[in-house]
């Protein structure tokens, strides 16, 4: 009996590995809206490109409106970091999350650090 229990754990673990692995996979479809699309600021306009940057590349894992999924929520995450933090963490990765350094340019990583440092 302390077999079968065993497996069952190592399968349900295996499992949320392989759930966790296909959310952040970055080949995603159109989200159903912008992050932030529900949001009453204008200041959206000023961060298309960093938005843009967003939708392509991190909403697999932080979701469509920032709320986080496979990745941590970030609709307040400027309330806990600093834009150099959150570049940072971008740039270089943190936890499970790779680093995006090879795949932004600076110019990208500090615009997307930006828009999401004014998420408070």
């Keep these: 009996m302390k077999k079968s229990n065993k497996y069952f754990r190592l399968g349900v673990i295996l499992g949320m590995?392989?759930?966790?692995?296909?959310?952040?996979?970055s080949d995603q479809s159109e989200p159903a809206?912008?992050?932030?699309?529900?949001?009453?600021?204008?200041?959206?306009?000023?961060?298309?490109?960093?938005?843009?940057?967003y939708?392509?590349?991190c909403i697999s894992c932080?979701?469509?409106?920032?709320?986080?999924?496979?990745?941590p929520d970030l609709r307040e995450v400027g309330a806990n970091l600093s834009q150099d933090e959150?570049?940072?963490?971008?740039?270089?990765?943190?936890?499970?999350?790779?680093g995006y350094a090879s795949q932004f340019s600076q110019d990208q990583i500090v615009e997307l650090a930006e828009w999401l440092a004014s998420k408070n």
Excluded at 33 to 52: K, M, N, R, T
């Design 33 to 53: 809206e912008e992050p932030g699309e529900s949001e009453e600021s204008g200041g959206e306009v000023a961060f298309q490109e960093a938005i843009d940057t």
């Design 86 to 98: 959150i570049e940072t963490v971008i740039r270089d990765g943190r936890g499970i999350m790779p």
């Design 55 to 57: 939708q392509n590349s």
């Design 62 to 71: 932080h979701g469509t409106d920032l709320q986080g999924g496979a990745g």
């Design 17 to 25: 590995f392989l759930l966790v692995l296909a959310a952040c996979s």
